[in-house]
């Protein structure tokens, strides 16, 4: 689950956020099943998941280029990262020449099996959408 935490508008009154702070719950897989593999080499899963209350928390603003700073031991801060690679996969199907600045306080522990990396990736699509002004439903992200 990702909630926005905090907006700033900018100070023109345009209702345009500049900075997002979102928080990005991890989770724990009950029962995973994995079914076919689809056409994109992923597969389709049967799941029931629960989420537990340790959150990462993101912002995002808006820069030139797309951008990860975390001080996270192990987690990286170039295209390996999820959430970077989030948002150059968003930037790339609305056509635009847009970035951001994500800022990743990492509070999920690293490779603990509760999706750490999937939660930030999935919180950086919803408040790039946001950030972004892409008025995307939640479905097409």
């Known amino acids: 689950m990702t909630r926005v935490l905090a907006c700033d508008a900018l100070s023109t009154g345009s209702g345009k956020a500049r900075r997002l702070e979102l928080s990005a719950a991890g ?26 209350d340790l959150c990462d928390r993101l912002v995002l603003e808006d820069a030139d280029v797309i951008e990860i700073r975390t001080s996270a031991p192990g987690v990286p801060s170039d295209e390996r990262n999820l959430a970077y690679r989030a948002a150059a996969a968003l930037r790339e199907a609305a056509g635009i020449a847009r970035g951001a600045r994500i800022t990743l306080d990492k509070r999920i522990p690293v490779a603990a099996g509760l999706g750490g990396g999937s ?23």
């Open 27 to 52: 989770k724990v897989n009950l029962a995973l099943e994995v079914l076919s593999r689809r056409a994109d080499g992923y597969h389709e899963i049967a799941t029931v998941m629960q989420t537990v």
């Open 119 to 141: 939660t930030d990736a999935a919180a950086a699509l919803v408040g790039l959408n946001r950030l972004w002004s892409l008025r995307w439903p939640t479905e097409r992200l």
